[in-house]
């Protein structure tokens, strides 16, 4: 038993904060933040050259084909970067293409996806912005040989620099995923400006967009089952994520403890400031817990899996903003500033939170399993 | 990350399922919290004898001193399986898991074979005298003396908080034995029969109404040389050796017992009805029932990772230093949880055999014993994070 990253996995983690600290630093952060996509595509095909783009995308298909535990020692360190950029929307995309799409969709869109070629993101909530999947309400009606899709599509993240779109709606009483490419005729894409520059969010209007329904992705029969999975792969990259951006947080303000010094004594000698980061520590090493368990039980394909992953979204929502509160309040005045690079994590935090449902969410996510769900 | 378990621990586990599903006796009428008294007490050293007697108990002894060896995983599993076994808890938990591995590291032959077998089959109880009244948190200022008479010390002095001690044999108690030396380098471990004279356990009644721990006063005691335990003036890196058993392994029996207390919760939900509906529909509850579950569940994932670090690397990692803060604050939570969820029957004494109401009032001690939160919090801030010393 070993209940921590291999060795190998290790190595690909120390790589991975090697290439962020390089490629990403905050002045890099800052410069993206301030685009109109927050996007880098230098930056992009660099990782697409590690091969982090196809990470868990199997080989047939251009990726690595490595396990979810191995893509969260690299997301990790992201995380720690404050990586801007439609990562986890084109992860969310590939698995979704990965476990809906025909042998030709695979081929077809997730080469590319791993290349460094191709960005995507996925297009679920509305208005009513719920997660569930029973709130999806959007048509797509059919018309002849195509699908007719009319509504919008909110709180759909990178979706200027998504070259696909996989859009969740609905065609009588059924799910169906249909690819939208970015340039679709009747297709508008609006920002909405938000929290966090660093991950855009954006407003979807489709009038009658058009897609053949040979494009469904449809090569199974359980598509509610498929967005499921997909979801709860990219939630659990994400997690790790926060939990990157945790462990920044946790590093920066305690180091800033051990050097600020007020009447005469670095503020991390007293108790009350040690606690604070010693409860910093607590959360992110608890985050930490969850989040390996959930991606390990996730490749095995363990039945309690997505419980798993609900224990871990519900954990890191909270515990990705508490962290932030700490650190802020540690860091005092200088830590609320616009300069100090705090505020970059914390408004990452606070989306992420958001992203793919709070810990409200999915504590009803575990109550539905834990209390209703008796053997 | 691997957590399947190989094939010497599945065969180790199915052995023990094997053995557990033909032994465990039926559950000791009425609740728990006075396990060290009367007809309980025997019952659980009964069963602590059975469990002797069929080489499952101190499995984490070596071979030689009566155990089996067993690795960090197989004591999860151990665990685990007593969990899912329903068994009763050992009684002589001290002496197994504190006291039993501290003779065994630093003991000498002869202490080793007079006191380890009696450990494991509760023939004899231990207690541990090592807080005083004004010796809690900053357990090295302690003040009870030692003074060499010949070949005997004599103690005198007071501990308190000490459980078990009412039942105890024995006791590995931490005297001063050298009062002009800073307060670490005076201190000596003793292993001290409970029966001598001039011991007297005085029971300390708790807010729940039970007596669990005492004070113990020591009046010229007298115990042999041969009784020291390490070597004189060394006895605060006896107890070190102690007290890191104890972060060792209080993780791991706890996780059991909560379990068990959620599981009974999830149930009496399904069962009480408010506004005509069983609490378990009640989305407030729900959002707090699903809570316990993910802080329980965090705790599991974080304890076996824990033992995964010291069981492939043999120290402990950091994580380990979140364990205790981690337990006794969910459990604080969760008691606060099921009154919400029981409703008004919670605060009676005939209700489940008053098991919630005395769980509730003795979770308090859970942030206090075996080092309070505050402790713990200057431990992970000091000896995890490095920062400076407060004190």
Known sequence: MDFDLSKPQKLLQQSAREFFARACPPEKVRELMATGTAFDDALWRDMADQGWTGLIIPEEYGGLGLSLVDLIAVVEEMGRACLPGPFISTLWAASLIARAGSEGQRKQYLEPISMGEMKATVALLEESADWDLDAVSMRADKDGKSYRLRGRKEFVNDAAVADLIVVVARSGEDLVLLPVESGAAGLTITETPAIDATRKLYSLEFEDVEVPESSALAFTTRIREAVEEATETAMVALCAEMLGGMEWTLATTVEYARTRQQFDKPIGAYQAVQHQCADMFLMTESARSAIYYAAWAMSEKDPLAGLAGAVAKAYCSDAAREVGNRGVQVHGGIGFTWEHNLQLYYKRAKSSEILFGDAGYHRNAIARKVIDEVE | ?391
């Open chain 2, 1 to 391: 990350m691997d957590l399947n378990l190989n094939p010497d621990e599945l065969k180790f586990r199915d052995e023990l399922r094997v053995w557990l599903s033909a032994n465990v006796p039926a559950p000791f009428a009425g609740r728990g919290g006075e396990e060290e008294k009367g007809e309980h007490f025997e019952y659980l050293r009964a069963w602590q004898k059975k469990v002797c007697d069929a080489g499952w108990a101190g499995i984490s002894w070596p071979k030689e001193y009566g155990g089996r060896g067993a690795r960090l995983i197989e004591q999860a599993i151990f665990t685990e399986e007593w969990a899912r076994a329903e068994a009763p808890q050992l009684i002589n938990v001290l002496g197994l898991s504190l006291i039993g591995p501290t003779i065994i590291s630093v003991g000498t032959p002869e202490q080793k074979q007079r006191f380890l077998p009696k450990i494991l089959s509760a023939e004899e109880i231990w207690c541990q005298g090592f807080s005083e009244p004004n010796a809690g948190s900053d357990v090295a200022s302690l003040g009870t003396k030692a003074v060499l008479d010949g070949d005997h010390f004599v103690v005198n002095g007071q501990k308190i908080w000490t459980s078990l001690a009412h039942v105890a044999d024995w006791c590995l108690l931490l005297v001063r034995t050298d009062p002009n030396v800073p307060k670490h380098k005076g201190i000596t471990a003793l292993l001290v029969d409970m029966h001598s004279p001039g011991v007297t356990v005085r029971p300390l009644r708790q807010m729940t109404g039970d007596s669990s721990f005492n004070e113990v006063f020591f009046d010229n005691v007298r115990v042999p040389v041969a009784n020291v335990l390490g070597e004189v003036n060394k006895g605060w890196s006896t107890a070190i050796t102690t007290l890191m058993n104890e972060r060792a392994h209080l993780g791991t029996g706890i996780y059991v017992q909560f379990k068990r207390n959620l599981d009974l919760l999830l149930e009496r939900s399904r069962q009480i009805k408010r506004g005509g509906k069983p609490v378990s529909e009640d989305p407030v509850i729900r959002q707090k029932i699903a809570q316990a579950y993910m802080e329980l569940e965090i705790f599991r994932l974080t304890n076996t990772r824990a033992l995964s670090k010291m069981h492939n690397q043999s120290v402990p990692g950091p994580e380990g230093s979140i364990l205790k803060l981690q337990w006794s604050e969910y459990n604080q939570r969760f008691q606060q949880i099921a009154m919400e969820v029981l409703g008004p029957a919670a605060q009676l004494h005939g209700f489940d055999d008053g098991q919630w109401i005395f769980n509730y009032l003795r979770t308090r001690a859970n942030t206090i014993e075996a080092g309070t939160s505050e402790i713990q919090r200057n431990i992970v801030a000091e000896r995890v994070l490095g920062l400076p010393k407060s004190y």
